[in-house]
């Protein structure tokens, strides 16, 4: 990576961006690269603590709304350079992914899907379970009724994307603090005039929250009702193993996924429906519960019966930012000037971040009309124009 | 100098370790992640301890100053078949769940 600076924060800056996830630093980076100088970026813990670092790392094309397959396909473009441009192996992996169901209702959901994708330019297909079994040996095809596979779609290693931008972003001059939190938000009339950190006070015209789930509470700071809701999905990996495994397979119909990383190891999780919703960081749990490795244990075996001698490494926690259609808020609020969200991306922030940044960074320094930031921004939760994808899994 | 190993389930040197703590990764947790230290089999039970008195030597703080990583579950890693056997237990209402010594280092995570 880079050194980071440690000390007091600078008195003044041309952006302060919450948060030092990706979305946080791939701003950073975007903004720099536009021109903008005096960028900071403050991380209450350390880089990737939030919701980046605990993800999966999955990169999907299949969605059922244009507007995410579109917002995808553009991320698998970006992600297949991005090592290059960062200038840090991500572990980005095309092995595609695999979209199962056993409930023989859910086909022409998955029809319609890949017609729609394709229609986007997205090489999925539909498949009958014996294809399945070619691509996945050992899959339990049995219940299944039938998938949809995306080759082009991938997985890459979230801390390894991070570190890049922040390494990116402190060439480019951004001033990157760690274990520095945001305390309050200073207005002037109706604008952003300046924030207080926990290592000083600084005067800036714009204020991004790429907070995640503590987006929320940073809103409230600014007069701002988020509509989003924390919820805390678990995770596991298991021991390593050499590569079999390309795909990652995703259930519709369970809610399960797994793949292989690049470690060998098998990575997965699985929704869970008694998942109770916060919204007070007073109430956010990351802890691991015994529930979520046996609900996880059954599932997988179900599916890849060879799993039954494998055994679980490591459980984890993060907490999805979630909105009330399951899409990302992007883009500022009309009468409060130089403040911007890039939150509430429902459990896909990943894999969405590096092209949202770029185009939040160019409408946020042009004023430019972006019809995507249009279409998420905080205002159609009041206009009721709200587009829920059935492909929300996990 | 000789080669030392610090993590010997994932074949991590002290000189590795010490590398990238001189390249940004100045946080446990952040080493763990770069170096792969304390992610392997053993899960940190061999090195763990090792590496965060090494990096209270590079920040020249007392070991006291360096606080764990969140400790991980299972303590012992476990077949999924093992697993799978066990009923599905209810789930823990995180709002009335007992504080456990746990906590303490994620709240520091955080």
Redesign the interface.
Known sequence: MIPLPTGPVPRRAEAVIVGGGINGLATAVELARRGLKDIVVVEKAYLGSGSTGRCGGGIRQVWTTEENILLAKESVARYRDLAGELGLHTFFRQGGYLMVTEDPSQLGLLRDATALQNRCGVDSEFLQPEDCAKLVPHLNIDNLAGALFCPDDGTAYPFSVVWGYARLAAKLGVKIYIRTELRDVTLVGDRIAGVKTSRGDIATPRLINCAGPWARTLAAKVGVDLPNRQERHEIMVSESLKPFLDPMVISISNGIYFSQSMRGEILGGIGDPNEPHRSDPAHFDTRSQLRFAVRFAKALIDYYPPARTLRLMRQWAGLYDVTPDHRPILGGVPGLDGYHHICGFSGHGFMLAPVTARRMARHILTGEHDAIIDSLSLSRFERGDLQVDAFVVG | MSKRILCRCEDVTLQEFRKAY??????L??LK??T?VS?G?C?GKGCLVEAALELADLRGVAPADIPPT?I???IE?????D??S??????????T?PASA??TV?EE??
């Open positions: 001189r390249d940004g990764f100045t946080e947790e952040s992640r770069f792969g992610t089999f899960q969140t991980r579950q299972p890693p476990i077949s999924f078949a697993l799978a066990l009923d599905v237990p209810p789930m823990i209402d995180t709002m769940r746990a906590d994620e995570d955080e």
